[in-house]
């Protein structure tokens, strides 16, 4: 018998119960959510909700109104779609355009990417908030402001944040791709938008939604750039939960937990759907290139 096939159920087991590892600290989440705080504690945060540490959807309605959560929620929504559709249409066009092109400057161009991979955040962190904040300009008649440090400007900043990933994984796609399909397709009149979205795109398919996946789950989960970025007025979730946190560290555990359960299970939904392309997308294109 193969060894490796001898060895698989021990391994199933193996990784089965190292997953729990990485779904115990959800499960002790969503089941403080339902307890009163004075049972979220140190003595009592791993016991299940009894009779007398039940609070039903007390913690759910109080976090959604002390943190205006169906608003952070939206914003949330709204800057996590527009950052990912802006990734993905650059990127991919990008990437096909330093594949096919393969010269110096594209080679240079998809160096200066993965340097972008490379790059530590807290290098550019201030430079960045002052840029944000200079680069605009206000309506007349008091009608608002126009510039980056608005969730449309989380936009172009996290399509500068994500491309390099987002290249990388692309260009190995592509170059993985015949050539001999888009020639075919030229010589047959198609032009170059409709060879790219009609031919291109659905053969990238897998690594298109492997890669929105991981984008996805980081500009949803992420605390630091709208924290720095935006009006203090706009909260995304992040930011809505952390303030629930009172003075002298104080901290309304039960409200917090509701939130974070409302706030995760949108993501963990879009991930089990989706995840079945994660493994086809990363490894499309290993082999050549």
Known sequence: MNRKVKHAPLWTIFFGILSLAWLFPIAVILYNSFKTKAYISSTYTFQLPNSKSFAGLDNYTLGVARTGFMESFGWTAFITVGSVFLILLCTSMCAWWIVRVNNWFAKFIYTLFLFNMIVPFQMVMFPLVKIADVIGFDLPDDGGRIGLNQPYGL????????????????????????????????????????????????????????????????????????????????????????????????????????????????????????????ISGVTAGAVKG
Do not use: H
């Open 155 to 278: 936009w172009f900043i996290y399509l500068g944040f994500g491309a390099g990933l987002a290249v990388f994984m692309f260009t190995g796609v592509i170059k993985s791709l015949p050539s001999e399909i888009e020639e075919a397709a030229m010589i047959d009149g198609a032009s170059v938008p409709y060879t790219f979205f009609g031919i291109v795109v659905p053969l990238m398919r897998p690594s298109i939604i492997s890669v929105g996946i991981l984008e996805t789950m980081w500009i949803w989960n992420d605390y630091l750039l709208p924290y720095l970025i935006l009006p203090r007025e706009i909260q995304t979730i992040p930011i809505a939960v952390q303030y629930l946190k009172g003075g002298y560290g104080s901290a309304d555990m039960g409200a917090m937990m509701a939130c974070l359960v409302l706030a995760i299970a949108p993501i963990i939904v879009f991930y089990l759907i989706c995840q079945k392309y994660i």
